[in-house]
Nanobody
Framework: QVQLVESGGGLVQAGGSLRLSCTAS????????IAWFRQAPGKDRDIVAK????????VYPDSVKGRFTISRDNARNTVYLQMNSLKPEDTAVYYC?????????????WGQGTQVTVSS
């Protein structure tokens, strides 16, 4: 089982940037696919980025493509989400999650979430 802790959320003005961190621990942390999700009040939890275990493959939905960048440093057991050109609609609780396979399977480990608020 992988344990995940997010950090780096906060309040930022529209057009600004934030970098979220997801620190992983556990025996399989560095062999897991890690994804970032977000959930706004009253809405579903949606994926915003994922990265494979060695950091060579990434996927983004159109809503964040070109603005968000996911990366990982396995030496530090940390996955980052760099968020640029933030919009008020990016306001949400952001979660990181882990699973074994890049393309299939359930995300079995989740962090507690970090709040991101973008003011207009």
């Amino acid at each position: 089982q992988v344990q995940l802790v997010e950090s780096g959320g906060g309040l930022v003005q529209a057009g600004g940037s934030l970098r979220l961190s997801c620190t992983a621990s556990g025996r399989t942390a560095d062999s897991s696919t890690i994804a970032w999700f977000r959930q706004a009040p009253g809405k579903d939890r949606d994926i915003v980025a994922k990265i494979n275990s060695i950091g060579r493959s990434t996927v983004y939905p159109d809503s964040v493509k070109g603005r968000f960048t996911i990366s990982r440093d396995n030496a530090r057991n940390t996955v980052y989400l760099q968020m640029n050109s933030l919009k008020p609609e990016d306001t949400a609780v952001y979660y990181c999650a882990a699973r074994k396979d890049f393309n299939n399977g359930l995300y079995t480990s989740w962090g507690q979430g970090t709040q991101v608020t973008v003011s207009s």
